[in-house]
């Protein structure tokens, strides 16, 4: 079956993946606002766990055809009562009783719980009971606008999917890849209607060049831990020292900036701080004529060993 979704593709890869590696989650959130596709990805998540066939979902067997027609015995959706604000905890309570019971003929029982930060305090301790001791072949499948409405101890037991709109979880990926944080993405694109283009000159500003743009490339390489990409990027400015120091003063501008979005985070700070600190240490040597190719080599080992310690 054809996976439901356009866009968000970091979210199909992962659903994707642990449905043909056998390994669902027990408990997953799927986070989005209203029209990004929440119900669309949880039904095709409980129907991969109730169906009987081989490419889950298979969308032909029995087990499928009843999920289609929203009457699997074994898929219960939970949401607020009618006229009512909330899902109570008796409804919890109740989900939780009927979670210990066998499936009814699947392999997996699943629950779809909508709206899920309307339950309070007491529901979500509740459920939390039954999220930290799961019986087996139950899945958990939560929708809400966001995971930060739930408590922290209900989303630390829970793989959260984020939904986007789809041009825009497609452009948050591809600023992303670019060295951006999802914040500085999501800001950007905000401002510039979703446009990528207009949010990467918007995000670059004066800032722009190929020095400027390989110190992203170069960043996003070091902290995903890829070093010889992060030595390919730089062979490139190899024979061309002015782009070099804009290569530097923009590595620079972006450690500041990473530094700053990160003071809640003291050790992800600190370990800023330290790069930063390194790329000034190193930048002294430019000015002795140093062989540009031991200089890129020294320094992308000594980032790399700093971003390695942590
Ligand atoms: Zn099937």
């Known amino acids: 079956m054809i996976f439901p979704l356009k866009g968000n593709a970091r ?3 992962a659903v994707e993946q642990f449905i043909s590696a056998h390994r669902m989650p027990h408990a997953i959130i799927i986070e989005g606002d209203p029209g990004t596709g929440r119900h669309t990805l949880a039904k095709y998540i409980a129907k991969a766990a109730v169906c009987e066939g081989e490419n889950r979902p298979c969308g032909s067997c029995r087990s499928c055809h009843l999920a289609d027609i929203g009457t699997h015995p074994d898929i219960e959706w939970v949401a607020p009562a009618e006229k009512k ?7 919890i309570r109740e989900l939780r009783t009927t979670a210990y019971h066998s499936p009814h003929t699947s392999e997996t029982r699943a629950f779809i719980i909508e ?5 309070n305090a007491h529901a979500q301790n ?38 986007f709109p789809p041009a825009t979880g497609e452009a948050v990926k591809e600023l992303c890849d670019r060295g951006y944080s999802r914040d500085e993405a999501l800001a950007a694109l905000g401002s510039e209607s979703g446009n990528v283009g207009k949010a990467l000159e918007l995000l670059g500003g004066k800032n722009s060049g190929t020095g400027a743009e390989l110190a992203r490339d170069y960043f996003a390489a070091i902290t995903k831990g890829e070093l010889l990409n992060a030595m390919l990027l730089t062979a490139a400015l190899e024979s061309n020292r002015p782009e070099v120091d804009k290569f530097t003063v923009a590595l620079k501008e972006l450690l ?28 002294a040597l430019l000015a002795t004529n140093i062989n540009l190719g031991l200089y890129f080599t020294a320094l992308t080992s000594k980032l790399t060993a700093v971003r390695n310690k942590k």
Do not use: W
């Open 11 to 13: 979210v199909k890869e």
């Open 85 to 91: 604000k909330n899902i109570s905890v008796d409804q």
């Open 115 to 119: 709206q899920a930060e309307t339950m």
């Open 126 to 163: 509740s459920i939390l009971k039954v999220l930290e001791e799961p019986p087996g072949k139950v899945i958990f499948i939560l929708l809400t606008v966001a995971a930060e409405r739930l408590l922290d101890t209900v989303v630390s037991r829970c793989t959260v999917l984020s939904l």
């Open 256 to 283: 500041h900036g990473k530094i700053k979005d990160s003071m809640a985070y003291p050790q992800t700070a600190r370990e800023y701080i330290a790069m930063l600190d390194a790329v000034n240490g190193f930048e």
